[in-house]
């Protein structure tokens, strides 16, 4: 389609060939009378005249369909790189050092830790059946043993759960920081990374939910089992309390010797 201005110089090309066609006509002596060549040996042709015209509006109507084809290219290619722009936040290494905070309070739980090996190897010399064995002394000794585990586990509980309080705010800074970055996100890239970390930090903030849950569990677990011990305990101290022995045997006695 020729556009509306190249159209308008089509028309005014064409009336001015009808123009001159009409003027030569009336005016233009016949070629014979310039014999001898000088200007009047230039003869003037208005069809090629017009179809030179015409020929160079359509090479004209060409280039400018090239250049806004050229145009098109780039904008696409500078879409393709704002698409494919990196996100230039990362809040990877603040994440990781939240996580492991958490982590390393939950590896100085004092003298049970969160190992199964440790666990089952105190249950089976401290707690259940073993709480009632040994003399008296041992059976005092494993009480006291067991009743500081469980205030030790509830102190563990509650560093861990002021550890987690105090990631509130670190979190609550960077997803402050990851949704501005994905509201001004350029491309389809920036804007997923910037979900992606949006997920990483909700996923760091289940995890220090699971580790506050996991020490408070503990924590009660370990003070059910000292309960459950002490009453094991209770009732083997009736048992050896109740324990009267063999009883009176009668015996001959010699008040006289013979």
Do not use: C
Not at 3 to 31: D, E, F, M
Not at 65 to 81: D, G, K, S, T, V
């Amino acid at each position: 389609m020729i556009r509306k201005p190249l159209r308008s110089a089509l028309v005014a090309a064409t009336i001015l060939t009808s123009a001159i066609v009409g003027v030569t006509t009336i005016t233009a002596p016949p070629a014979q009378a310039f014999p001898f060549g000088g200007f009047g040996g230039i003869v003037y042709d208005p069809t090629n005249h017009a179809e030179n015209l015409l020929t160079a509006a359509r090479t004209l109507e060409q280039i400018n369909n090239q250049i806004a084809q050229l145009q098109n290219e780039a904008q696409m290619l500078l879409n393709q790189a704002r698409n494919l722009a990196s996100l230039p936040h990362s809040s990877l290494a603040q994440l990781q050092a939240s996580v492991q905070r958490t982590q390393q309070l939950l590896a100085e739980a004092q003298r049970i830790a969160h190992a199964v090996a440790d666990i089952e190897q105190a249950f089976a010399q401290d707690y259940g059946a073993p709480a009632g064995t040994g003399d008296f002394a041992a059976r005092v000794t494993g009480a006291r043993e067991r009743w500081r585990n469980s205030v030790a586990g509830f102190e563990d509980a509650l560093r861990v759960q002021a550890g987690v309080v105090g990631n509130i705010e670190s979190a609550r800074s960077e997803m402050q920081t990851l949704v501005a970055q994905s509201q001004g996100a350029t491309g389809a890239l920036q804007a997923a990374q910037a979900g992606n970390q949006l997920l990483a930090l909700q996923s760091t903030q289940m995890a220090d939910l699971t580790a506050a849950i996991a020490a408070q569990n503990r924590a009660q677990a370990l003070e059910a089992a000292r309960r459950a011990s002490a009453e094991a305990q209770a009732r083997e101290n009736l048992n050896q309390f109740l324990d009267y022995g063999t009883g009176y045997a009668p015996t001959t006695v010699r008040m006289f010797q013979d």
